[in-house]
């Protein structure tokens, strides 16, 4: 607060400020002016006070959770900013915002986003807004081998929403992934199950084959046709 006086002060989650806390704020607010920890003269404060939350506080003062006087204080001007969801223009621009971010962090070059996978991106609702997008670009940039990020880049709670009936990439987008099954499945018969010699035949890395088969959801495929396989075999051998 001292070193803000003349500027703005911004306050994230007031709702999650503790009752005691909650007091000494309203006074500022209201006087002015507070004193240090463990002080005991009165310093004289002139700020612009912006605060956050995700909790709706109306409900948190019926509840009991938020002052009432505070935030009848803080709620002079109030701002409602929409949810991810509601705003999904933004998402493609969102996006390579946080591509250059963390090339630049991770010292690679930034790499193309798929269509596919934007279109994923773009569908899914995002209950943790701009932070949950922020933590996807990361987790694909670290873990995508190709040239651009794929959806099985993706993390997979963004994978089980399918695309709706009236997008343009919908019908593409299932066949690439119907593919990417096929492929996987062969490769896995011919080589009786051992998934290493899998991914040699598929010219991929053994992580990035077991994460394939985790996103596309074949793991008990690949366990139904290998063991009928086996089981042939055997019996052949007899």
């Known amino acids: ?3 803000a006086d003349g500027g703005i002060v911004f306050l994230d989650e007031i709702g999650e400020l503790a009752p005691a806390l909650q007091v000494k704020l309203l006074r500022v607010l209201q006087e002015r002016e507070f004193e240090r920890l463990g002080g005991t ?3 004289s404060v002139d700020i612009r006070l912006i605060a956050a939350s995700n909790r709706n506080l109306t409900e948190a003062v019926k ?3 938020f002052r ?3 935030f009848y204080r803080l ?3 109030n701002l409602r900013m929409p949810p991810l969801r509601e705003r999904r223009e933004d998402i493609p621009s969102l996006v390579n915002h946080f591509v250059t971010k963390y090339s630049k962090r991770f010292h690679v070059n930034a790499k193309a986003i798929s269509p596919e996978a934007l279109a994923c991106m773009v569908n899914y609702d995002w209950p943790g807004n701009v932070r949950e997008l922020e933590n996807a670009i ?3 940039l670290v873990l995508s081998v190709s040239d651009s990020v794929q959806p099985e880049d ?3 709670s963004i994978l089980e929403k399918d695309l709706p009936p009236g997008e343009v990439l919908a019908k593409y987008h299932a066949a690439v992934k119907e593919t990417k099954k096929q492929l996987i499945v062969r490769a896995v018969q011919e080589a009786r199950g051992n998934y290493t010699e899998a991914a040699d035949l598929l010219g991929i890395h053994p992580n990035y084959l077991h994460r394939l088969i985790r996103n596309l ?3 008990d495929v690949l366990r139904a046709t290998t063991g009928a396989q086996l089981v042939g075999a055997k019996a052949r051998l007899q």
Do not use: C, Q, Y
Request: hydrophobic residues 45%.
């Open 1 to 3: 607060m001292e070193l």
């Open 41 to 43: 003269r009165s310093i």
């Open 63 to 65: 509840n009991g959770m």
């Open 68 to 70: 009432a006087d505070l």
């Open 75 to 77: 709620n002079v001007v």
């Open 138 to 140: 990361e987790r694909a």
């Open 154 to 156: 993706l993390p997979e």
């Open 217 to 219: 959801g074949i793991k």
